[in-house]
């Protein structure tokens, strides 16, 4: 790290591009990089992969430009940087200041302008006649504000463990659960047809690799939802959202 950080403050940000928790981070990130980065902070992000699919170069590149990524991505398929940083799951994020001392780290979702006051402070301290500070970034969602009462979603559903759900397993997955949303961790191409609460909700048309709304709420609340595949998807899991009471 001294030599990466020679220069200023380093964001080492662990991600995957399918997970929920990871795609949830990363408009804050997408913020954190447009605002600091012309101040002297590098963002540097590691693609560490939970599924096949995400060890892709090709694949990783659509599924980042899908999300409007704009700081660079590294690829870390056999996991030796998620093992050497210690991570605890996605996101990871780690704050390196000038010269290589670790600031600031945060596991899991949450805490986002903790965050940035950290990048704010090292920044600081890095450099002398830093241009103004913009105020921290208001919360993107009613669940990520100081004091929120958030509700924990439902369990992760995982159809298979080393391979994904597709058309020929039969009958549409059709399961209950409590949350702000549901999303689809898939890949292929073709659509996924939805419904919710025992009504027409919409049709998703999966094009590649990532994740995928299903159905999104305002607020926590238990829900039934059903896919059905058509063409080639498949999927690996179905991931709940947290949300406010």
Not at 175 to 193: N, P
Request: with cysteine; aromatic share 10%.
């Amino acid at each position: 790290m001294p030599v990466l950080t020679a220069k200023g403050p380093v964001l080492v940000h662990f991600l995957d591009y399918s997970q929920l928790n990871s795609v949830r981070t990363l408009p804050y990130l997408n913020e954190w990089h447009r605002r600091y980065v012309p101040m002297g902070l590098r963002v540097l992000g590691v693609q560490a992969p939970r599924f096949p699919f995400g060890a892709d170069p090709a694949a990783t590149e659509r599924g980042l430009a899908r999300l409007e990524v704009g700081f660079p991505v590294v690829i870390d398929d056999r996991k030796l940087l998620w093992t050497g940083y210690g991570c605890e799951g996605w996101p990871s994020l780690f704050l390196w200041g000038r010269g290589g001392i670790l600031r600031w780290f945060h596991f899991g979702e949450g805490d986002y302008a903790g965050t940035e006051e950290a990048i704010q402070a090292a920044l600081g301290a890095a450099f002398e006649n830093l241009p103004e500070l913009p105020a921290v970034m208001d919360p993107i969602r009613a669940s990520d504000a100081p004091g929120a009462e958030v509700m924990p979603p439902g369990q992760e559903l995982v159809p298979f463990e080393d391979r994904p759900w597709t058309v020929d397993d039969g009958q549409a997955f059709d399961v209950e659960y409590e949350g702000g949303g549901a999303y689809a961790t898939a890949e292929g191409s073709g659509q996924l047809k939805i419904t919710l609460d025992g009504q027409p909700h919409a049709e998703v048309e999966v094009d590649g690799p990532g994740l995928y709304p299903l159905a999104e709420h305002d607020r926590h609340g238990a829900h039934r939802i059903g896919i059905e595949l058509s063409g080639s998807p498949a999927i690996w899991s179905v991931s709940f959202a947290p949300a406010v009471a």
